[in-house]
């Protein structure tokens, strides 16, 4: 069966502001900045995003856009694998990563769209449900900021899993980090689900410590300990911590994955549909993590990941971020409710069923850097 041509692939850039200034461990911010592009075949559009910078929206003007145009749109799989090739010289991982995953996905969108059936039904669906944990609870909040986060998950959208950050400061603020997660226990009761997530803010040592401290507070999830650069110290920590041990949102490819499972690095892995390669991807590190008995987490951008995540028999959960589910609610129609703790994909909208609400969108809108004026800016 072969569809209609790929006539067109666009990217836009919108950065949007946060509504508060947000840290983990490692890295602050105030702006998140967002790459939609559009792939267009016959009378239908896609859509696929990734949270990145607007050298991505560049790269795929520059490397992609010909690369795609003229292939045939049921062919994801192949334009997948044309894109990884042409990307060889200037390396795939990070930023050529996201443009391809973000154009990966608005090809399955496109796909599902023409054939007039959804995203998750045109994979073949695994689940009705799809679990989430909210995520935010940042370090730069207030300990008001955090209790209110936390209640809106667990109490007024009754979802029984939260996550925050701790290691602020690059692991300096072991204190506070403690205080927070003790404020998170008595905030959330007994009964819900508590995670963390460094960023890669400890040492090993520090860690194993640190998990230690936190076992009075039932934490069940600790997302990167160390940096996912270190496989081995990931697995050293996972054989003497209690939480399980999970990585993953940098895995920028199927090798990446592999090198986690492999090195014995994770209890669940994660995997982001905006960095790892897209729809494609994910459900191919899906596959290899089941492999190893081991079930995989949606990493932020909850929306994108919903059908796909209805797809993975060997799907854990998906992170409900506040930054993203917030800019998703923002500038797309088509939203999922968490509400009860779980995600439910509309069979009755084709595709992944968002579409862009471009009034909402233009404030937010950028011009990426396509070329630089000879002699310096004016
Ligand atoms: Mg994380």
């Not at 949007?16 to 075949?41: R, Y």
């Not at 059908?307 to 923002?330: S, T």
Request: charged content about 25%; glycine content about 10%.
């Amino acid at each position: 069966m072969t569809g209609p041509k790929i006539t067109a692939l666009d990217a836009a850039v919108y950065v949007v502001p946060t509504d508060a200034p947000e840290g983990d461990g490692t890295l602050a911010w105030d702006k998140t900045t967002m790459v939609v592009v559009t792939a267009q075949a016959g009378n239908e559009r896609g859509l696929g995003w990734s949270y990145t910078a607007a050298a991505a929206a560049t790269l795929v003007g520059e490397m992609l856009a010909d690369v795609d145009r003229g292939r045939d749109a049921f062919d994801v799989a192949g334009t997948a694998e044309a894109m990884a090739r042409q990307v060889r010289n200037v390396g795939r991982p990070g930023i050529a990563a996201m443009a391809i995953s973000a154009v990966d996905i608005a090809l399955w969108d496109l796909k599902a769209r023409l054939l007039g059936v959804p995203l998750s039904g045109l994979l073949g669906r695994a689940r009705d449900d799809v679990p989430v944990y909210g995520s935010g609870g940042f370090t730069t909040y207030s300990d008001d900021q955090t209790r209110e986060q936390l209640t809106g998950w667990t109490e007024k959208q009754r979802i029984p899993r939260v996550k925050i950050k701790i290691g602020e400061s690059w692991g300096s603020e072991e204190r506070r980090d403690l205080a927070r997660v003790r404020l998170a226990r008595e905030v959330i009761g007994p009964d819900a689900e508590l995670y963390v997530d460094a960023n890669g803010g400890y040492t090993a040592g520090q860690a194993v410590r640190v998990a230690a401290a936190m076992e009075e507070y039932g934490v069940t999830w600790f997302e990167e300990p160390v940096s996912s650069r270190d496989p081995a110290g990931l697995a050293a920590i996972r054989r003497q911590v209690r939480p399980d041990v999970t990585a993953g949102e940098y895995s920028w490819s199927l090798a990446d994955s592999a090198a986690l499972i492999s090195a014995g690095a994770v209890d669940c892995l994660q995997l982001d549909v905006t960095r790892c390669g897209g729809v494609t991807e994910f459900l191919r590190g899906a596959a290899l993590a089941a492999a190893d008995n081991l079930q995989v987490s949606g990493h932020c951008a909850p929306n994108l990941h919903a059908h796909v995540a209805a797809a993975i028999p060997n799907l854990r959960h998906l992170e409900y971020f506040h930054d993203h589910q917030r800019i998703e609610g923002m500038l797309f129609d088509g939203t999922l409710a968490p509400d009860g703790g779980a995600m439910h994909p509309d069979p009755g909208r084709p595709g992944h069923g968002l579409t862009l609400r471009e009034a909402d969108a233009e404030p937010f809108r950028r011009l990426p850097l396509l070329s630089m004026r000879r002699g310096g800016s004016r």
